[in-house]
Nanobody
Framework: QVQLVESGGGLVQPGGSLRLSCAASGSAFSIATMGWYRQAPGKQRELVATIRSSGSTVYADSVKGRFTISRDNAKNTVHLQMNSLKPEDTAVYYC?????????WGQGTQVTVSS
């Protein structure tokens, strides 16, 4: 059973930075696609960024140039570096692992961008 544990959320002022981390259990991490999604109050969950086992990445247009997703297969960890944060980035951020069998989700971490 895969478990995903996110950390690094918090309150930050506009223009600030945060680094989210997601630690995964299980042996499939290195071959899985990992992703970050977010859900703001009253809105649907949306893709933020994904990274494949090859290292190729995909970003939502709204975060391109500001956010960077990376992975450390030796530590079963995926990170999301968030710079130049905006109030509209406020949401619960979720980590997702995609395998050929099923998807796994973390419990989420709150990111609030406010002055």
């Amino acid at each position: 059973q895969v478990q995903l544990v996110e950390s690094g959320g918090g309150l930050v002022q506009p223009g600030g930075s945060l680094r989210l981390s997601c630690a995964a259990s299980g042996s499939a991490f290195s071959i899985a696609t990992m992703g970050w999604y977010r859900q703001a109050p009253g809105k649907q969950r949306e893709l933020v960024a994904t990274i494949r086992s090859s290292g190729s990445t995909v970003y939502a247009d709204s975060v391109k140039g500001r956010f960077t997703i990376s992975r450390d297969n030796a530590k079963n960890t995926v990170h999301l570096q968030m710079n130049s944060l905006k109030p509209e980035d406020t949401a619960v951020y979720y980590c997702k692992q995609t395998t050929i069998i099923r998807d796994y989700w973390g419990q989420g971490t709150q990111v609030t961008v406010s002055s």
